[in-house]
Each structure stands twice: as structure tokens, then as C-alpha cells.
């Protein structure tokens, strides 16, 4: 570019920059077809930008109209880089007068949170331990090649296969949580290597979609336990969730199903059917519709080696049911761990909370231990996760004391329990909830 094009685009930045903005105006673009929001007192209008952004349109949709300061820090490796991208988009500024936080948020707060980022990053704490996700992947690959020596030395009896079936499962969960750790971009210092990484283990190792489990997870996480925002709570009318939903749901004269026994049939339809119904149909549904055709070829990748490896033994029939059965026992496996952070906290509609204030009413802990480390992925800290998505997980443990102190201070409940107390707690949930739609339902 000419040195009068650089400076045209100079003088378009600070004319940019030169307009003032107040709150009031700045929250009045939530729409679908016009979009502002705010980083660091700048803003944005991503109206047409959002449908590019690589995160998916939806997860950066979901603040328009507010701060989304903390949000950006939480997502992007490297903000310089992405700061190429807003230049473009930047339409001005917050008026002088207005308060840097949007609705009434704790600035003091607020600049805590952002002071305890900075310490984590000082403590080197986003920098991962490359010993630690080689010896993880190893023991992942080493757990497939023990379940088809295992069939290729002792033949398909009933006994053998359960104990295939048990392995492959646990490889299957391990390489869920190992995927999670990539697709977060907590790895290597590159985006790049993290993405090519992510899309080998989710979509070699498991058969699924790198896109579709980004486009999804980061909604969940921009947003947690937020109606119409978070994919995670949308129960198409299966179950009703936290206080509001069931009552709203009952003063309607909604009754999709029996919702007061919705604790009873979780079992039948949650953990079982999750992993090889729902998801595997959205999962391969998504990937032709919104052309994917990279992750399509992963996806094809891992069925190719699968049956490479099992239908010498199986024939292809017994192929696909020990396919099926391993994702049932891997989707048990999954439903529990992932639903027992986020059920039994509060699930509504939007509130407008600062960062911090989000992330600890919609999640919890669970208590740390070799085991529930391992069994879990490390999401026994999902409160850490969830302020924190991009540091790797053996480094939960070192700023979860300074998250509980900042808590403690401001008075916002950190939430840590047992494993046991934990999975019991998901079903209560459901109970309460279901009782609270019967009531609704035939008194209000």
C-alpha cells in the first residue's frame, strides 16, 4: 500500500476513534442484522464480520450489545494478531463519562479479575508442559493397541470383548478430553498447531468434527447456562432445567413429556443415547451441510482404521455393534462428568454479569484427586476452566487458591464438592426442577 493509502486508512482510524459513544446507545445494537460491542472502551460493529468470525457467528452474536473485554482475552492465543481483524470494524469509542463495564458491572471487580489473569500469566501458568500432553496421547494410543492385541490373542468370546469394549471406552472418554485441551488452544503456543493437532485427535482418534465441537463448546463457554445462548441447556423440550424454564414451561400448559419424572428417565435417554444418537446424527449432519470436508476426511480416517482393525474379527455387523456399544459406555462416561459442573448451578436467561460473576453461578468444582483428575479431564476444576479456557490443565491446581481468595473477597460462591455428592446432586437437580414444572403446571 502507497504512503497516501496508509495515510487515509490513519485518518479513517481516528475519525473512527473520534466518535463517542453511551452505553444506552451501545446496547440498543443487539439485533441480528446490527451488532456493536466493546473491547477495551472501543467499539465494534461486527454486523457483517460475525458470519466470518472463526469461532462461529454465534459465540461473538452473544455479546452484542455489551463489554466483551474478558470474553476476547478468554478466546484468542494471540490478541495482537486478531487486532488486524477489529481495526477495520472499530467505530469509535465509550464517552469519556461512561463507566468502562456496561450494566451496572463492579469495576473493582472486575480489574481484580483482569490483575489475577496477569499473575497467571507472570506465573507462566498458560504455558503448557509438553511432557505432559506427549504422555497423555501416549497412553491413549497405548490403550487402543492393548484392545486390538488383546481380541487378536484371546478371539471375540463374550468375556474378551466386554473387556475390549471397557478399553476402547476409556480411550474414546481420554481422547474427549485430550481433543478439549486443543480445541482450546492450550497446548502449543501457535493457533495452528493446536487446530492441526485438534482436528488429528478428535477426528482421527473419534471419528467427529473439529468445527462442529468449536462452533458449540464456545457458545457454552462464552455464555454457560444461558437460554438460547448456551447449546449445552437446549433440551428440545426433553427436560426443563433450573427454576425459571419449568414454570415456564408449566404456566403454559407445556407437557412435551412427564417432567416430574424426568429424574427417573434420564437414565433411560440421557447417558445412553447422547454420544451415538444425538450427536453422532448432528455431527455428520453438520459436516455435509456446512461443508467441513477437511473434518469429513479425519471423521473418514478414523472409520477406515476402525474397521481395518476390528472386522477381520468381527465380520462388519459385529463391527458396528462393537462400535455402538463402545460409544454407549463412553457416552455414560461423558454425560455424567460434563453435566455434573453445570445442572445443579443456576441455568436462566441472560443477566448481564461480569466475567467472573458468569462463570462461578454456572459452574462448580469437584474435589481433586489422582483419580478424579484422570477421570475427569480436569474439569473436577471447571471453575478454573471456565475463567481461564486457555490454560492448560495441569496448571488448575496453581491458581485455584488465588481464584478462591478473589471469591472470598467479593463474596461470589465457589462451589466445590465430591465426585459422589456431585453425580447425585445432577438427578436432584432434575427432581426439583421437574416438581417445580408439575406445580406450575396445575396450580399457576
Not at 448432528?282 to 474397521?307: E, H, K, P
Not at 476452566?385 to 496453581?398: A, D, G, I
Request: glycine residues 6%; hydrophobic residues 40%; aromatic residues 16%.
Amino acid at each position: 500500500m502507497g504512503k497516501g493509502g496508509e495515510k487515509g486508512e490513519e485518518a479513517g482510524e481516528r475519525e473512527a476513534q473520534s466518535r463517542l459513544y453511551s452505553w444506552e446507545e451501545i446496547q440498543r445494537h443487539n439485533l441480528r442484522t446490527d451488532k456493536w460491542l466493546v473491547i477495551e472502551r472501543k467499539v465494534y460493529n461486527i454486523t457483517t464480520w460475525a458470519a466470518r468470525h472463526p469461532g462461529g457467528p454465534r459465540v461473538i452474536s452473544h455479546y452484542a450489545g455489551e463489554d466483551a473485554t474478558d470474553a476476547f482475552w478468554a478466546f484468542h492465543l494471540n490478541p495482537s494478531f486478531v487486532q488486524k481483524f477489529l481495526k477495520p470494524l472499530l467505530i469509535g469509542e465509550l464517552a469519556p463519562g461512561e463507566p468502562s463495564q456496561d450494566r451496572g458491572k463492579n469495576p473493582q471487580l472486575v480489574d481484580d479479575f483482569r490483575a489475577l489473569r496477569k499473575t497467571a500469566e507472570d506465573m507462566n501458568l498458560f504455558k503448557a508442559d509438553p511432557l505432559f500432553f506427549s504422555l497423555y496421547l501416549g497412553h491413549i494410543i497405548m490403550m487402543e493397541a492393548l484392545a486390538w492385541l488383546l481380541v487378536s490373542y484371546y478371539g471375540t468370546g463374550w468375556i474378551t470383548t466386554f473387556i475390549l469394549s471397557c478399553i476402547l471406552a476409556t480411550s474414546q472418554a481420554q481422547a474427549g478430553w485430550l481433543q478439549h485441551d486443543f480445541g482450546h488452544l492450550s497446548v502449543f503456543k501457535k493457533s495452528k498447531w493446536n487446530h492441526i493437532v485438534h482436528k488429528f485427535v478428535i477426528g482421527h482418534l473419534k471419528g467427529a468434527s473439529a468445527n462442529w465441537w468449536n462452533h458449540r463448546h464456545f457458545q457454552h463457554h462464552a455464555k454457560p447456562n444461558i437460554f438460547k445462548k448456551d447449546p449445552d441447556v437446549n433440551m428440545m423440550h426433553i427436560f426443563v432445567l433450573g427454576d425459571s424454564q419449568p414454570v415456564e414451561y408449566g404456566k403454559k400448559k407445556l407437557k412435551y413429556l412427564p417432567y416430574n419424572h424426568q429424574h427417573e428417565y434420564f437414565f433411560l435417554v440421557f447417558p445412553p443415547l447422547l454420544i451415538p444418537v444425538y450427536f453422532q446424527m448432528q455431527i455428520i449432519m453438520t459436516m455435509i451441510r456446512r461443508r467441513f470436508w477437511a473434518d469429513l476426511a479425519w471423521a473418514f480416517s478414523y472409520y477406515m482404521r476402525y474397521f481395518i482393525m476390528y472386522i477381520p474379527f468381527y465380520g462388519v455387523l459385529g463391527s458396528l455393534f462393537l462400535l455402538t456399544f463402545v460409544r454407549f459406555l463412553e457416552s455414560h462416561w461423558f454425560v455424567w462428568v460434563t453435566q455434573m459442573n453445570h445442572i445443579p448451578m443456576e441455568i436462566d436467561c441472560e443477566k448481564h454479569r461480569d466475567w467472573l460473576s458468569a462463570q462461578l453461578a454456572a459452574t462448580c468444582n469437584i474435589e481433586q484427586s489422582f483419580f478424579n483428575d484422570w477421570f475427569t479431564g480436569h474439569l473436577n476444576f471447571q471453575i478454573e476452566h471456565h475463567l481461564f479456557p486457555m490454560m492448560p490443565r495441569h496448571n488448575y491446581c496453581k491458581i485455584a487458591p488465588l481464584v478462591k481468595s478473589l471469591c472470598t473477597k467479593y463474596g461470589v460462591h465457589y462451589e466445590e464438592k465430591s465426585l459422589g455428592k456431585a453425580f447425585i446432586d445432577i438427578v436432584g437437580s432434575l427432581k426439583k426442577s421437574g416438581h417445580l414444572w408439575l406445580d406450575a403446571y396445575l396450580h399457576k
